[in-house]
């Protein structure tokens, strides 16, 4: 059998470790100004040279995110180990900024392994209504026995500040205020999610073909 071409055979590996539920078989191909779109102008990334940088944009409160986040997950689990997933709360709005402080709060706590998908439950499973520093205190205090004080001098920290500075920044510079979350970029160059005409099970399927054309572009000698 004649041999496939580079990016098809990385396509159809991807495919075979995407989320469920899944239909067998190669990925389609995802159309540029369909289902996804490039970021202008093309932004830095934060990775070593021969990595690829994945951005998820969310929010804790979007149950758009919160459905992207099982396929999300079982991708993550998957991913060549070259592939860097850097997770960005998006602020959007005012009232998204405690969900941020919370995410990057639990970061600076050595908690987001436990906390992140946690918290994705307690909002749209359990039906917690989570908006402020005190409703995220109470929780956290709960579910993970943090220390009152210490989430709370976390809370306001400089460092935690600053993280909620950069995530401002980054959602600018991506154009979140178009597309929204969920929102998935691809090496500072490319943009897909909810609003891109996919539905939430073949997102990160799309991000597997981006991610492809990226890995192409790596020199041999940084592979």
Known sequence: MRSLPLLALMLLSFAAHAAPPLA?????????????????????????????????????????????????????????ANVVLVRVPAILQPEWEPAARAYYTAEALGLLAKSHVATFKEIHDQHDN????????????????????????????????????????????????????????????????GDFSVPYSQIMLVVNQLVAQELTAIPASLK
């Open 24 to 80: 067998a078989g190669p990925a389609p191909a995802y159309k540029e100004g369909v289902n996804y779109t490039p970021v202008l102008p093309a932004q830095p990334v934060s990775v070593n040279p021969g990595q690829i940088e994945v951005l998820d944009f969310f929010w804790y409160g979007c149950p758009h995110c919160n459905a992207l986040e099982p396929y999300l997950e079982s991708w993550e689990r998957s991913k060549p």
């Open 130 to 193: 989570l908006q402020s520093e005190a409703d995220f205190e109470r929780f956290y205090v709960k579910a993970f026995g943090v220390d009152p004080q210490k989430f709370e001098s976390t809370w306001s920290s400089p460092t935690v500040d600053a993280k909620i500075a950069q995530a401002r920044v980054m959602g600018d510079r991506y154009g979140l205020v178009l597309y929204g979350v969920p929102s998935v970029a691809v090496n500072g160059r490319w943009i897909t999610g």
